[in-house]
C-alpha cells in the first residue's frame, strides 16, 4: 500500500510520539475527513497484506465502509472502549495508550510504558489489571502484570502471578483466562506434557487476592480440561453470581463442556456439568464468550472438521438452563480470532470474514435475532471497539 495522510491528532505528546504516528498513514490520497459526532475503530488485515490497518467507521448497524479509507502504520490489537475513552496496547513500541475524539478526529490523550503487562481489563471503577498474554506466558506459568490508574492513567503497581508447579518438569502450561470476581482473580490452566504428546486430564484455576494480589488455592476438576485458550477468556458470571467456565482449545481436543462454581462456594459444582459436545454434534474449540447477562453468553466456536483453514460459528449459550442454540450469522471463514462489542440500543456487534465479503451482524438482545449490518470492502475485520463520542 501506497503511504498516505496521518488520521490522528495530538494533545500534550512528546516529539519521540510525533515522529512514532507520523508514520500512520491513510490508505487512499484524500485528505481526512472529520468523523462526525461518533465513531467504531476495526482493526483490519487488508486483502493478502501481514500488517495491520487501522478502519473507522460512525456506525456499526448499516452501510459499507471500504479498506481505502483506513490509516496505515499503527498496531491497534485489542482495544478497549470504557468510559469514552479508547484504550490499546502496542507490543512493538511496549506502550499503553489513551484516546479521545476531539474535533472529529481520534486523538491521543497519553500513552505510557508497558512494564509487565499488556492485555488491558476493567478492575474494579478506578483501575485495569493488565497482564501479559499470549506464548510469552502460556508455558512457563509466570504472568506479568500492570495496575493502571484510569484518573492519571499510569502504572501504580506492576508484578507477576506464579502459578503453582507442575508434578515434574516435564510439564508445561497452557494457560487460559484471566477473569476477575468478588475481589478474586481467577487463571485457568492445564498441563501438557513439554513434547506435546499428552496432557493431565485436568482442569485448574488459581486464585488470587484482587487486592494483594496473593495467591489463596488452586481448585481442580477431573472432568475435563483446558478451561480457556491462551489469553481469550472463557468465564462469565450469571446474575445470581454463579460463574460459568466454557472449557476451550484443550490440547488434545475433548469433550465440550460448562463448570461452575456456584456463588459464595470455593469450588467446582459436582452436581453441575452441562455437555456442549452433544449440542454441537462433535467435539470443537470454543474461543470467545460475551457476556449477555442472566448466565446468558454468545460463545464463538472454531470446527476442525471443516476442510478450511478457519470456520467459526457464533452460538447463544444458556448456561444455567443448560441450552445452546446456533445463531444465524454466516460462518467466519479467513482470519483467527474475532471479538463482541455491546453497542447502543442493547445489541451486540459481532464479525463475520465470509468468502463474499467481511460485515458486522447485529444480535438484538431484547428479541433473541440477528440482523446484518455493516459491509466492509477489501480487508478482513480483526476486532472492534467502541463508540467514542465528543
Request: glycine share 8%; with cysteine; aromatic share 14%.
Amino acid at each position: 500500500m501506497a503511504i498516505k495522510k496521518s488520521i490522528f491528532g495530538f494533545t500534550a505528546i512528546s516529539l519521540l510520539t510525533v515522529a512514532l504516528f507520523s508514520a500512520c498513514k491513510k490508505t487512499n490520497d484524500s485528505d481526512p475527513t472529520d468523523l462526525g459526532s461518533q465513531v467504531y475503530t476495526l482493526s483490519v488485515y487488508p486483502q493478502g497484506a501481514e500488517e495491520m490497518v487501522l478502519g473507522l467507521t460512525s456506525s456499526l448497524t448499516s452501510g459499507q465502509e471500504s479498506v481505502a479509507n483506513a490509516y496505515e502504520g499503527y498496531n491497534f490489537v485489542d482495544p478497549k472502549t470504557i468510559d469514552n475513552a479508547l484504550y490499546s496496547s502496542d507490543r512493538d513500541a511496549k506502550l499503553y495508550r489513551k484516546f479521545k475524539m476531539s474535533n472529529g478526529k481520534l486523538v491521543i490523550e497519553k500513552e505510557i510504558p508497558i512494564v509487565n503487562g499488556f492485555t488491558i481489563l476493567e478492575f474494579g471503577h478506578d483501575k485495569f489489571l493488565s497482564y501479559l498474554g499470549g506464548d510469552e506466558f502460556a508455558y512457563t506459568g509466570v504472568i506479568g502484570f500492570d495496575v493502571i490508574d484510569k484518573a492519571s492513567f499510569s502504572v501504580t503497581r506492576s508484578g507477576q502471578f506464579d502459578l503453582p508447579r507442575p508434578p515434574s518438569d516435564d510439564f508445561i502450561y497452557y494457560v487460559g483466562g484471566v477473569y476477575i470476581h468478588n475481589e478474586k482473580i481467577y487463571i485457568t490452566y492445564e498441563l501438557v506434557k513439554s513434547d506435546w504428546s499428552s496432557a493431565i486430564e485436568t482442569a485448574y484455576v488459581a486464585i488470587y487476592n484482587a487486592s494483594s494480589f496473593a495467591f489463596e488455592s488452586v481448585i481442580s476438576d477431573n472432568r475435563t480440561k483446558g478451561l480457556g485458550c491462551k489469553e481469550d477468556t472463557k468465564i462469565y458470571a450469571a446474575d445470581n453470581g454463579d460463574i460459568y467456565f466454557v472449557n476451550g482449545r484443550q490440547f488434545p481436543l475433548g469433550t465440550n463442556c460448562v463448570l461452575r462454581i456456584k456463588n459464595g462456594e470455593s469450588n467446582f459444582d459436582q452436581s453441575y456439568f452441562f455437555n456442549l459436545t452433544n449440542t454441537f454434534g462433535h467435539e470443537m474449540y470454543t474461543y470467545q464468550t460475551h457476556d449477555l447477562g442472566g448466565g446468558k453468553a454468545i460463545m464463538l466456536t472454531y470446527d476442525p472438521n471443516i476442510t478450511t483453514d478457519y470456520y467459526y460459528e457464533y452460538w447463544l449459550i444458556d448456561a444455567p438452563g443448560k441450552i445452546c442454540t446456533k445463531l444465524n450469522v454466516p460462518p467466519s471463514t479467513d482470519i483467527d480470532y474475532r471479538y463482541m462489542l455491546d453497542i447502543p440500543g442493547n445489541k451486540v456487534a459481532l464479525i463475520s470474514n465470509t468468502s463474499t465479503g467481511s460485515f458486522i451482524y447485529i444480535y438484538d438482545k431484547d428479541t433473541g435475532t440477528v440482523s446484518k449490518g455493516l459491509e466492509y470492502t477489501g480487508g478482513l475485520i480483526y476486532d472492534i471497539s467502541g463508540p467514542l463520542t465528543e
